[in-house]
């Protein structure tokens, strides 16, 4: 077959690669099991182990897990003093990336990319992201870094690390889902980019620090930062089918909906409306559920779009009074687990990832020394 004859846009379509850590046909499901019954049944400690190491833990296996991962809670600091310094303005997304790549220089195992070096590095990327956010949010406010508190569970210290103050049961489940949800998502522009670093025999921080890169983007991770921007756009429930109807007569890209590969609906977006819905009851103040209601009604009649994981998470992480800048790096605390579990993968059974591309330029023509140009 031809190249030409198997060019399909944005890859659209090609199976890239192979993989055991997650499938979306059939449902999405982690290592086989359906991420429905991990949002109901496990925790985000569970799922993060499930994605690294192959099976749910046992009680064991999870305590000893999290007692690496304490042990791993603490930043270099350089680090710590690089996120008190940059400047004014700069984005976490950025910042998030620049913190993981330093933490590469002060990696022990550096040069060493077998498979129990990588799982290593992960369990201390994981650890050590929500410090990074921590510490960097807390800078921007002029309060002083608290230290981890690994006992209240992978979701509710994340918490704990931006507020000094432990969550309520509620808010930390709620957390706790939408970190499940987020976890891993099969070959996604991020994950492929983080594969195709490390297919070239690169290391695993590079991988990651790529994958940042590729998630902060608005069609990608940063879309669950546009939500709110496009709900307070709105206005609210009484001008939200104007707007709606207007923003579709413009032909401008609603951020939260519509999918690559689902086009009839994620299942992950139906699971955490509902801790949205009940977020914001909590609050006392629905108008931004009302006016998300309103949208995806319009968008569902007239365009058969549907809302997408980062509808309700954008939602949900407002409603929990966290602000709109943290959104993609919580987005990226979860994902680092399959990222990493992709890393690894790709390690195990490397072939260098380099596709061909389909020529559109000009025909073959002849070069005229500089004289000869006009
Ligand atoms: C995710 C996304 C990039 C997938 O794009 P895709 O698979 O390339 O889909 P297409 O761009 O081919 O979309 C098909 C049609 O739906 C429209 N569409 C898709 N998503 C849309 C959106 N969010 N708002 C308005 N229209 C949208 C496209 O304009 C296109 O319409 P057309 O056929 O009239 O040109 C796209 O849906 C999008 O930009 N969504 C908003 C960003 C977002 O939420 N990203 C997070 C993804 S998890």
């Given at each position: 077959?031809?190249?030409?004859?198997?060019?399909?846009?944005?890859?659209?379509?090609?199976?890239?690669?192979?993989?055991?850590?997650?499938?979306?046909?059939?449902?999405?499901?982690?290592?086989?099991?359906?991420?429905?019954?991990?949002?109901?049944?496990?925790?985000?400690?569970?799922?993060?182990?499930?994605?690294?190491?192959?099976?749910?833990?046992?009680?064991a296996?999870?305590?000893?897990?999290?007692?690496?991962?304490?042990?791993?809670?603490?930043?270099?600091?350089?680090?710590?003093?690089?996120?008190?310094?940059?400047?004014?303005?700069?984005?976490?997304?950025?910042?998030?990336?620049?913190?993981?790549?330093?933490?590469?220089?002060?990696?022990?195992?550096?040069g060493?990319?077998s498979h129990?070096?990588?799982?290593?590095?992960?369990?201390?990327?994981?650890?050590?992201?929500?410090?990074?956010?921590g510490?960097?949010?807390?800078?921007?406010?002029?309060?002083?870094?608290?230290?981890?508190?690994?006992?209240?569970?992978?979701?509710?210290?994340?918490l704990?690390?931006?507020?000094?103050?432990?969550?309520?049961?509620?808010?930390?489940?709620?957390?706790?889902?939408?970190?499940?949800?987020y976890?891993?998502?099969?070959?996604?522009?991020s994950?492929?980019t983080?594969?195709?670093?490390?297919?070239?025999?690169?290391?695993?921080?590079?991988?990651?620090?790529?994958?940042i890169?590729?998630?902060?983007?608005?069609?990608?991770?940063?879309?669950?930062?546009?939500?709110?921007?496009?709900?307070?756009?709105?206005?609210?429930?009484?001008?939200?089918?104007?707007?709606?109807?207007?923003?579709?007569?413009?032909?401008?890209?609603?951020?939260?909906?519509?999918?690559?590969?689902?086009?009839?609906?994620?299942?992950?977006?139906?699971?955490?409306?509902?801790?949205?819905?009940?977020?914001?009851?909590?609050?006392?103040?629905?108008?931004?559920?009302?006016?998300?209601?309103?949208?995806?009604?319009?968008?569902?009649?007239?365009?058969?779009?549907?809302?997408?994981?980062?509808?309700?998470?954008?939602?949900?992480?407002?409603?929990?009074?966290?602000?709109?800048?943290?959104?993609?790096?919580?987005?990226?605390?979860?994902?680092?687990?399959?990222?990493?579990?992709?890393?690894?993968?790709?390690?195990?059974?490397?072939?260098?990832?380099?596709?061909?591309?389909?020529?559109?330029?000009?025909?073959?023509?002849?070069?005229?020394?500089?004289?000869?140009?006009g």
């Open positions: 077959m031809s190249t030409s004859e198997i060019y399909s846009p944005g890859l659209e379509g090609v199976i890239a690669g192979e993989t055991d850590i997650s499938t979306v046909t059939g449902g999405l499901r982690y290592r086989g099991y359906p991420v429905t019954e991990l949002a109901a049944k496990s925790t985000f400690d569970e799922v993060a182990y499930l994605l690294l190491h192959g099976e749910l833990p046992t009680r296996q999870l305590g000893a897990f999290n007692k690496r991962l304490a042990a791993a809670q603490s930043l270099p600091s350089l680090i710590s003093d690089v996120l008190k310094k940059v400047p004014d303005g700069a984005v976490p997304m950025d910042v998030v990336r620049t913190a993981v790549s330093m933490l590469a220089h002060f990696d022990p195992e550096i060493d990319e129990d070096a990588n799982l290593r590095k992960s369990e201390c990327l994981l650890a050590q992201i929500p410090l990074i956010i510490e960097y949010h807390r800078a921007r406010k002029g309060l002083p870094a608290v230290s981890s508190r690994p006992e209240l569970g992978f979701a509710a210290n994340q704990y690390l931006l507020t000094g103050k432990p969550p309520s049961e509620f808010d930390a489940r709620a957390f706790d889902v939408s970190l499940i949800l976890a891993e998502h099969e070959f996604n522009a994950t492929f983080a594969r195709v670093v490390t297919s070239t025999a690169s290391d695993l921080h590079s991988a990651i620090v790529a994958a890169g590729a998630l902060k983007g608005k069609l990608h991770g940063g879309a669950n930062e546009k939500v709110m921007d496009m709900l307070q756009a709105a206005g609210g429930p009484d001008q939200a089918e104007a707007w709606i109807r207007g923003a579709l007569a413009r032909k401008e890209k609603v951020m939260g909906f519509g999918h690559r590969v689902y086009k009839h609906g994620d299942v992950r977006a139906g699971i955490l409306k509902e801790y949205a819905r009940q977020a914001a009851e909590r609050t006392g103040n629905t108008k931004w559920e009302q006016t998300a209601a309103i949208i995806e009604r319009v968008l569902t009649e007239e365009k058969n779009l549907f809302p997408n994981l980062d509808w309700p998470a954008g939602r949900l992480f407002h409603a929990l009074g966290l602000e709109v800048p943290l959104y993609t790096p919580f987005f990226v605390a979860s994902r680092v687990t399959g990222w990493c579990a992709h890393v690894i993968e790709q390690a195990d059974h490397n072939r260098l990832i380099r596709p061909r591309a389909r020529y559109t330029g000009p025909d073959e023509r002849h070069v005229k020394p500089i004289e000869q140009r």
